[in-house]
């Protein structure tokens, strides 16, 4: 089993549309939990940044931690044809001198305008 | 957050050179910073964490003779990929951790093609 699992998608949606994306993972001591925005080419863009349960919102974005289930959700609202990317979850594996980043295979998102 | 910068941002090489790919933290001073490889559609691996002035902390797998890492300063690390090959061939990005301690910063990223 893999330590995050996320469905690669690719996810298309129509403009307006709310749009979940989600990541299971298998290892309880994983800390802290982060969403990332890919687009082509480019290196990942922070979205959002969560260390406990339950929701966050930051704008148009909401992300939502279940430690009980191993379970992180991201939710879009009012998708944009700009939201078009590559979504990455990433989980937090606190080492002795420095942070692991473990980050999941990413879902393709495509908003049609 | 951190602004980190890569340079370049593409290289094309033959087959048996070396290239260096430098890592620029551009705000703040960094002691740490994360060396990650990205194969197309795939998800960033991490290869190493670079420590400024010790040895870099390789992840299982990566040949630390071949993915050479410096960060000989608080702004700069260095990767050079050495005798690179094909297969070699693929984005690689750097991080560095913000202010807070745990959220990670990538660079733009740097395409290499090796041929």
């Known amino acids: 089993q893999k330590e995050v699992e996320q469905d690669p998608g690719p996810l298309s949606v129509p403009e307006g549309a709310i749009v979940s994306l989600n990541c299971t993972y298998s290892?309880?001591?994983?800390?802290?939990f982060m969403w990332y925005r890919q687009y082509s080419r480019k290196g990942p863009e922070l979205l959002m940044y969560?260390?406990?349960?339950g929701n966050k919102e930051d704008g148009r974005f909401t992300a939502q931690v279940d430690k009980s289930s191993k379970y992180i959700s991201l939710f879009i609202r009012d998708s944009q044809p700009s939201d078009s990317a590559t979504y990455l979850c990433?989980?937090?594996?606190?080492?002795?001198?420095?942070?692991?980043?473990?980050f999941g295979p990413g879902t393709s998102l495509s908003v049609i305008p | 957050g951190a602004v980190v910068s890569q340079h370049p941002s593409w290289v094309i090489c033959k087959s048996g050179t070396s290239v260096k790919i430098e890592c620029r933290s551009l705000d703040f001073q960094a002691t740490t910073m994360f060396w990650y490889r990205q194969f197309p559609k795939q998800s960033l691996m991490l290869m190493a964490t670079?420590?400024?002035?010790?040895?870099?902390?390789?992840e299982q797998g990566v040949e630390k003779d071949k993915f050479l890492i410096n960060h000989a300063s608080l702004t700069l690390s260095t990767l050079t990929v050495t005798s690179a090959h094909p297969e070699d061939s693929s984005f690689y990005i750097c991080?560095?951790?913000?202010?807070?301690?745990?959220?990670?910063?990538f660079g733009p990223g740097t395409r290499l093609t090796v041929l």
């Open positions: 991080s560095q951790n913000g202010l807070g301690g745990n959220e990670q910063f």
């Open positions: 670079s420590n400024e002035g010790s040895k870099a902390t390789y």
């Open positions: 990433a989980m937090c594996l606190r080492k002795t001198s420095y942070d692991k980043v473990i």
């Open positions: 969560t260390y406990s349960s």
């Open positions: 290892n309880s001591a994983f800390q802290y």
